[in-house]
T-cell receptor, first 111, second 116 residues
Framework: SQQGEEDPQALSIQEGENATMNCSYK?????LQWYRQNSGRGLVHLIL?????REKHSGRLRVTLDTSKKSSSLLITASRAADTASYFC???????????FGRGTSLIVHP | GAVVSQHPSWVICKSGTSVKIECRSL??????MFWYRQFPKQSLMLMAT?????????EQGVEKDKFLINHASLTLSTLTVTSAHPEDSSFYIC????????????FGPGTRLLVL
């Protein structure tokens, strides 16, 4: 069953702008991960945030996690055309450590 | 970082034939591999978990006789789509973990299957 739901489904911005994507989930989680997928390709792991963490940074990426609201956000600052891709959040719960993926946000960055 | 490859990257086959897709961990040994299926603009749906040396664990609704999984070594898992039909056309992605309890998965580049 699907756990995470990304919002918005699609996002179109100009190069240089910031892009914010949100992920909501239903049950308590161990970890939440964000992945990127270029069209027709596999997934690239971007960042992992554990349930006891609230914020993590990696380069131009900033991820927040609010376990009380069961939501996470991915912020890409100073976006580039090369950031155009689909972004998925994935959560794992219990002892499985098998992530469940949301439908993704399709980001288009116009040069 | 850990690299996972898939072969072939794309395949076209006739209805009724079987297609085998390979997933290899190139620079690490993977005790656990996963097979996903993805429809256009959709999420990744887990099909099965493949453990080296044992039978795969299939998700509910996935026919194990239709999608045969073999994880014969610590670096190779194969997915065979038997008697393929047009509705099996999809993007198949594998991933691998170093250990079953590891959080991080490493994904292959995917295989696009088109059944005519």
């Amino acid at each position: 069953s699907q756990q995470g739901e990304e919002d918005p489904q699609a996002l179109s911005i100009q190069e240089g702008e910031n892009a914010t994507m949100n992920c909501s989930y239903k049950t308590s989680i161990n970890n939440l991960q964000w992945y990127r997928q270029n069209s027709g390709r596999g997934l690239v792991h971007l960042i992992l945030i554990r349930s006891n963490e609230r914020e993590k940074h990696s380069g131009r990426l900033r991820v927040t996690l609010d376990t009380s609201k069961k939501s996470s956000s991915l912020l890409i600052t100073a976006s580039r055309a090369a950031d155009t891709a689909s972004y998925f959040c994935a959560t794992d719960e219990g002892g499985s450590y098998i992530p469940t993926f949301g439908r993704g946000t399709s980001l288009i960055v116009h040069p | 970082g850990a690299v996972v490859s898939q072969h072939p990257s794309w395949v076209i086959c006739k209805s009724g034939t079987s297609v085998k897709i390979e997933c290899r961990s190139l620079d690490f040994q993977a005790t656990t591999m996963f097979w996903y299926r993805q429809f256009p603009k959709q999420s990744l749906m887990l099909m099965a978990t493949s453990n080296e040396g044992s039978k795969a664990t299939y998700e509910q609704g996935v026919e194990k006789d239709k999608f045969l999984i073999n994880h014969a070594s610590l670096t190779l898992s194969t997915l065979t789509v038997t008697s393929a039909h047009p509705e099996d056309s999809s993007f198949y992605i594998c991933s691998a973990k170093l250990t079953a309890g590891a959080v991080t998965q490493y994904f292959g580049p995917g295989t696009r299957l088109l059944v005519l």
